[in-house]
C-alpha cells in the first residue's frame, strides 16, 4: 500500500519515465542487472561443482 512494496525493477522504472530522472533510473537498473549477472555467474559455478566439472 502506497508504494511500500516496490521491487527496485519497478522503481526503477517510475524515477526514469514517471519522474523524469533518468540518470537516476538508469543507475538502479544498471546497478541491478550487474547484481543479476553476479548471482547468475556465483549460481553457475556451484552447479558446476555439483556436477563435478572442474573449470
Same mark, same amino acid.
Given at each position: 500500500p502506497g508504494g511500500a !512494496?516496490? %521491487?527496485p525493477a519497478?522503481? #526503477?522504472? %517510475?524515477s526514469f519515465f514517471e519522474k523524469s530522472d533518468v540518470g537516476? $533510473? #538508469?543507475a538502479i537498473a !544498471? %546497478?541491478?542487472t550487474l547484481v543479476v549477472v553476479a548471482l547468475t555467474v556465483v549460481f553457475l559455478r556451484m552447479q558446476g561443482r555439483e556436477l $563435478? +566439472? +572442474?573449470?
Open positions: !512494496t516496490n %521491487v519497478y522503481y #526503477s522504472w %517510475v537516476y $533510473g #538508469s !544498471t %546497478v541491478l $563435478g +566439472e +572442474e573449470r
